[in-house]
């Protein structure tokens, strides 16, 4: 009885360290992947089939995002320290733009040039790029080496279509 309940245990656990191994490590491409479409703002981007948009209807102000990215695997709980794996596009925003400008490195993505701070540790971990036509993205990221892959996977299919926001 006990060396069948330790092949069962030692068989669970195999089959759950290898749904999150294929999970993790499985490829990201933008394939059959949704796009977002802002036209007021003049930006788009490709997004997981899985994840969820949350635009924000009101004015926008600096720490207020136009539209945020959640991965519905990893939401954190309100009150709690457990952050929630997103990604949110702000318009000149001091939430964001700050951060960047104490010091991190100038990359582009499209025509776009961007301050970036590289993923700084916390508890999550966390990137912000500000854009040199005034947008702000940050970057909260809690599932590894996957996620940070993801983002950069969505990052690479973000457009502009203006290069001053409307």
């Not at 309100?78 to 929630?84: A, G, L, N, R, S």
């Not at 040039?113 to 912000?128: C, K």
Request: net charge positive; glycine share 8%; with cysteine.
């Amino acid at each position: 009885m006990i060396k069948k309940s330790i092949i069962i245990l030692f068989l669970a656990i195999l089959v759950s360290g290898g749904v999150f191994y294929s999970k993790t490590n499985k490829p990201v491409t933008d394939d059959n992947w949704k796009t977002y479409k802002n036209d007021k703002y003049g930006f788009e981007f490709k997004y997981p089939l899985s994840w969820r948009i949350k635009e924000n209807k009101d004015k926008v102000y600096g720490d207020d995002p136009i539209v945020t990215l959640i991965n519905p695997d990893y939401v954190g709980k309100p009150e709690t320290d457990q952050p929630t794996e997103s990604m949110g596009i702000y318009l000149n925003s001091a939430y964001v733009c700050p951060v960047v400008e104490n010091g991190n490195k100038k990359i582009t993505l499209g025509s776009l040039s961007a301050l970036d701070s590289g993923w700084v540790s916390s508890i999550s971990n966390y990137r912000n790029l500000c854009f040199s036509n005034g947008f702000g993205i940050h970057l909260s990221e809690v599932s590894g080496d996957y996620g940070q892959k993801t983002f950069m996977g969505i990052l690479k299919t973000l457009k502009f279509s203006n290069i001053l926001p409307a």
